[in-house]
């Protein structure tokens, strides 16, 4: 442990700290454009000059340094306020002054770093360099004049977004930073070198010229555009969501989002239902809410309750979803399905959907088994964890399924699920790496168990698991990967049936069910409901209305407060930044409205708080918020042979995959762009 | 949009070139084959007649398995890879101290009354001409160097000449063009003339 002194100030440092470490931790702020504390160390800004004794009588770069037993370290000295004016002036040489008609102004880093430790006068008068703009895709707008070469947008596209898209072409004073042919970026996690730009030289293109930060109100909230359950802070101006960035969690998104997280956001201000419609002679009409609730209770009147079923979306929190499932069960019905995409989970145990390793524990993971899963698109912020783990802690991944390019290195097993059968028979190869490693973990994707033998898949899963040592005391690697942020609350709240979807649009078809609530399900046909009353409520008109009766307007995810489960089971509280659009309500209250009015009963809450109460006491691990929870093992899945026979992985557009960013024109243009790229390469689906 | 490399048409190295980038990867240690990058370009640039195109970086970034932007970081980092199509004969005239105060400006004058242009090729794609930082062979300046033989201690009609044999599609022996021996002094040797007899005997 070095102990060193800085500012005359005595601290101790982990061993491998960096001089710049060291200030953070003595509460001594170090100014710096270059370096990250989540990217590799570049050194070349050369803000954070520092005087370290002993050593050569000149400002050291205390990011590069590091912390050495009896250092002298001084902040504060004129040398150090010298070299810091030095170099702002160098920066600001070609950096040009045009903060007022800058997207970066107010929340910029040379701006605040020129006003704290800047000369306030510079003595060049000569012109400065321009440099032409860059295409770089509809996400990431370039104004590359402003750049000041910090290279933390190449550094970040290579380490973490893991496709090396960015990089910095000549040389000297003539350096630009661009892509191959200015081609657009393809990573789905490329938004993030926005926030990493220090200055205004990446920001982003659909909130461009919108807003300054000063006038956005500021709300910290939860992601559910898939199911990591990304922290993030929703930047509202009056009653329009203007952008979504990140929040710093280290368990579970670091301080990366995805772009679907960030930029689907004006898919909020699009397609909304915004009032109640009634099917009036096969036409949907504008309604009240009185007429809307009198139309279903009309349309469910005399019903018994096993001729009612419901499916819940894949979006929604769970007090709307609780809410659902109590007003279903006041109707007499409890066929509530919450598996849109058919995968064959096990409600008898909680470990058997879970994330058990966590996304902080892939880190310590050294085997890990893809089956059927392709996180790059599934989970995109996880699977940056994925690539961490493989660059620093020798991760080796393997995959059972399509090879699909996942931006590392993955050993390709083959797409035939029954590799699974022959790992637990010991007559794989793997079957020794599993045994050899660890800390292996298996990842259970969900169109794996989507698969007709998706049980069995999951019982292969299960005994993989226990046979080869992915369980031990602290230690769970069997992992179940979600795309849904709903869908983990869904199945603890026990919402799944026999025949699951498939089941319920087969009745409906075949005229066994005659009523269908659909609560925000869109990722479904809703054909077969033609001859059935649908009850629609959701935030978006997308393909869940198509064939409603009814059609109820709901809160989308930033307009209600409410707690959403991620893939781990962690508890995660959202807020509401902005206020739903015209009659729109947020979900529970809509329940609790119709209950009164279609009877039997009203629902046993008449305020949020009655209904938190409620819920706790259905789910009482609730209470744990921001927990990983260690569920209990068990038996799950069901015996059978797995078929021999390919993954089915149907090619899902990562960016259409919900009714707000299908509603988003800016996911639109990537989905297009995307759609070219692989045509053009012959990749397509 | 920033013109900063051309295209080509469909690239692919030669069956003799094929067997040269299997030498060169295998000077380097596993795992690292990606060194290999300036070499190949090299390799690529010289059968492509003198420029790399976008169909070359691509093929380079296929072959070493690395990401097409670092190709063409290299590629553009040096000088030495021309990105652009360029004149048959690459004049690149050295105009550094020791050659300027030798009359490098003479030879750029025969070049520029040849027709050459600093940074640009004829229209008959024969001839492009850089000025270029020192080339290492001070002891005969000024010198030029033309794709890849030097000429040296030349002054206004002996640059010309090269030009005019060149247009007339013979190559000029390399090196001195005033009669000496490589480096040796002008007009034979200036000490331990014993040792050679022939200079002795001059005397």
């Given at each position: 442990m070095p102990k060193l002194t800085i500012n005359g100030k005595e601290i101790e440092v982990a061993p491998g700290s960096t001089i710049l470490q060291a200030c953070e931790e003595a509460g001594v702020e170090i100014p710096r454009f270059c370096y990250h504390e989540r990217l590799s160390v570049a050194g070349n800004c050369r803000m954070c000059l520092v005087e370290v004794k002993p050593g050569p009588p000149k400002p050291q770069a205390s990011c590069a340094l590091p912390a050495a037993d009896g250092q002298e370290v001084r902040t504060d000295t004129p040398m150090v306020k010298k070299a810091r004016e030095g170099v702002l002036e160098f920066l600001l040489i070609n950096h040009p002054l045009d903060c007022p008609i800058c997207d970066q102004g107010?929340?910029?880093?040379?701006?605040?770093?020129?006003?704290?430790?800047?000369?306030?006068?510079?003595?060049?008068?000569?012109?400065?360099?321009?440099?032409?703009?860059?295409?770089?895709?509809?996400?990431?707008?370039?104004?590359?004049?402003?750049c000041i070469h910090c290279t933390r947008c190449i550094r970040f596209s290579e380490e973490v977004a893991g496709v090396t898209e960015i990089g910095a072409i000549y040389r000297g004073e003539n350096m630009q930073i661009t892509t191959y042919l200015e081609q657009a970026m393809e990573?789905?996690?490329?938004?993030?070198?926005?926030?990493?730009?220090?200055?205004?030289?990446?920001?982003?293109?659909?909130?461009?010229?919108?807003?300054?930060?000063?006038?956005?109100?500021?709300?910290?909230?939860?992601?559910?555009?898939?199911?990591?359950?990304?922290?993030?802070?929703?930047?509202?101006?009056?009653?329009?969501?203007?952008?979504?960035?990140?929040?710093?969690?280290?368990?579970?998104?670091?301080?990366?989002?995805?772009?679907?997280?960030?930029?689907?956001?004006?898919?909020?201000?699009?397609?909304?239902?915004?009032?109640?419609?009634?099917?009036?002679?096969?036409?949907?009409?504008?309604?009240?809410?009185?007429?809307?609730?009198?139309?279903?209770?009309?349309?469910?009147?005399?019903?018994?309750?096993?001729?009612?079923?419901?499916?819940?979306?894949?979006?929604?929190?769970?007090?709307?979803?609780?809410?659902?499932?109590?007003?279903?069960k006041n109707l007499g019905s409890s066929r509530i399905e919450c598996r849109q995409n058919g995968a064959a989970y096990d409600i008898r145990q909680r470990a058997s959907y879970l994330f058990n390793t966590g996304i902080a524990g892939i880190e310590e993971a050294d085997f890990c088994l893809l089956v059927g899963a392709n996180p790059r698109h599934e989970a995109a912020i996880l699977n940056a964890r994925i690539l961490k783990a493989t660059r620093h802690r020798g991760l080796k991944v393997a995959n059972i399924g399509p090879a699909l390019d996942q931006t590392y290195a993955v050993e390709q097993l083959g797409d035939d699920a029954a590799i699974l059968s022959d790992i637990l028979a010991g007559k794989h190869p793997v079957a020794k790496k599993l045994a050899a490693a660890d800390r292996p973990m298996i990842i259970l994707g969900e169109q794996a168990l989507a698969r007709p033998d998706g049980a069995a898949i999951l019982?292969?899963?299960?005994?993989?698991?226990?046979?080869?040592?992915?369980?031990?005391?602290?230690?769970?690697?069997?992992?179940?990967?979600?795309?849904?942020?709903?869908?983990?609350?869904?199945?603890?709240?026990?919402?799944?049936?026999?025949?699951?979807?498939?089941?319920?649009?087969?009745?409906?078809?075949?005229?066994?069910?005659?009523?269908?609530?659909?609560?925000?399900?869109?990722?479904?046909?809703p054909s077969r409901l033609a001859d059935c009353f649908t009850v629609y409520i959701g935030s978006h008109g997308d393909h869940g209305v198509q064939q409603a009766d009814v059609i109820l307007p709901?809160?989308?995810?930033?307009?209600?407060?409410?707690?959403?489960?991620?893939?781990?089971?962690?508890?995660?509280?959202?807020?509401?930044?902005?206020?739903?659009?015209?009659?729109?309500?947020?979900?529970?209250?809509?329940?609790?409205?119709?209950?009164?009015?279609?009877?039997?009963?009203?629902?046993?809450?008449?305020?949020?708080?009655?209904?938190?109460?409620?819920?706790?006491?259905?789910?009482?691990?609730?209470?744990?918020?921001?927990?990983?929870?260690?569920?209990?093992?068990?038996?799950?899945?069901?015996?059978?042979?797995?078929?021999?026979?390919?993954?089915?992985?149907?090619?899902?557009?990562?960016?259409?995959?919900?009714?707000?960013?299908?509603?988003?024109?800016?996911?639109?243009?990537?989905?297009?762009?995307?759609?070219?790229?692989?045509?053009?390469?012959?990749?397509?689906? | 949009m920033l013109n900063v490399i051309e295209s080509g048409g469909a690239f692919n190295f030669s069956d003799e070139n094929q067997e040269k980038i299997k030498t060169i990867l295998a000077k380097y240690p596993d795992g690292r084959q990606r060194s290999a990058v300036m070499p190949l370009l090299y390799l690529a640039q010289a059968q492509n007649g003198g420029w790399v195109s976008s169909e070359a970086v691509e093929k380079i970034a296929e072959i070493l398995s690395l990401p097409r932007i670092q190709v063409i970081e290299v590629a553009t980092f040096y000088t030495m890879f021309n990105l652009k199509p360029i004149g048959r004969y690459h004049v690149q005239l050295c105009g550094t101290t020791p050659c300027w105060l030798r009359g490098s400006d003479e030879v750029m004058r025969a070049c520029k009354d040849m027709g050459l242009e600093k940074g640009k090729s004829t229209d008959d794609m024969l001839f492009h001409l850089t000025e270029v930082e020192?080339?290492?062979?001070?002891?005969?300046?000024?010198?030029?160097?033309?794709?890849?033989?030097?000429?040296?201690?030349?002054?206004?009609?002996?640059?010309?000449?090269?030009?005019?044999?060149?247009?007339?599609?013979?190559?000029?022996?390399?090196g001195p063009q005033n009669g000496r021996q490589a480096s040796a002094p002008e007009g034979g040797p200036l000490v331990l003339r014993d040792m050679v007899p022939a200079a002795a005997d001059k005397e």
């Open positions: 107010g929340e910029c880093d040379l701006q605040d770093e020129t006003m704290a430790y800047g000369r306030g006068a510079k003595r060049y008068d000569e012109n400065k360099r321009a440099v032409t703009e860059k295409n770089m895709g509809p996400l990431v707008k370039t104004i590359m004049t402003r990573s789905e996690l490329q938004g993030n070198v926005i926030d990493l730009c220090p200055v205004g030289a990446l920001t982003s293109k659909p909130y461009a010229f919108n807003a300054r930060p000063w006038e956005l109100i500021k709300t910290e909230s939860i992601d559910v555009m898939d199911a990591v359950g990304s922290n993030i802070r929703i930047d509202a101006r009056g009653r329009d969501v203007m952008r979504i960035l990140p929040r710093n969690h280290d368990d579970v998104n670091e301080e990366w989002i995805s772009d679907k997280t960030r930029f689907a956001c004006d898919g909020l201000l699009k397609g909304r239902l915004d009032r109640p419609y009634v099917k009036r002679d096969g036409k949907l009409v504008e309604a009240s809410w009185a007429e809307a609730f009198a139309a279903i209770k009309d349309g469910i009147s005399g019903l018994d309750g096993s001729r009612i079923a419901g499916l819940v979306g894949d979006l929604n929190e769970l007090e709307g979803t609780y809410a659902f499932r109590e007003l279903l019982k292969a899963g299960h005994d993989i698991a226990e046979k080869f040592g992915l369980m031990s005391l602290d230690w769970n690697g069997f992992n179940v990967l979600h795309s849904a942020a709903a869908r983990v609350g869904a199945l603890d709240l026990g919402l799944v049936c026999d025949g699951g979807v498939e089941g319920i649009l087969a009745d409906a078809a075949s005229g066994a069910l005659k009523a269908v609530f659909l609560l925000g399900a869109d990722e479904i046909n709901a809160a989308a995810y930033t307009e209600k407060p409410g707690h959403y489960l991620n893939l781990e089971g962690r508890v995660q509280l959202a807020n509401r930044a902005v206020f739903p659009p015209g009659q729109a309500r947020e979900d529970w209250t809509i329940f609790r409205a119709l209950s009164a009015e279609i009877g039997p009963a009203p629902l046993p809450f008449d305020s949020i708080n009655d209904l938190h109460s409620a819920l706790y006491e259905a789910l009482p691990h609730l209470a744990d918020v921001d927990v990983r929870p260690q569920a209990q093992w068990g038996d799950f899945g069901s015996d059978g042979a797995v078929a021999r026979g390919p993954i089915p992985l149907k090619y899902i557009d990562f960016y259409q995959s919900n009714p707000i960013a299908r509603a988003s024109k800016t996911m639109a243009e990537c989905s297009a762009v995307k759609r070219q790229k692989m045509e053009a390469t012959g990749t397509h689906g | 020192c080339l290492g062979a001070c002891c005969n300046a000024p010198m030029v160097q033309i794709n890849d033989d030097f000429y040296e201690d030349l002054d206004y009609d002996r640059m010309t000449a090269i030009l005019k044999a060149l247009k007339r599609g013979e190559v000029p022996p390399p």
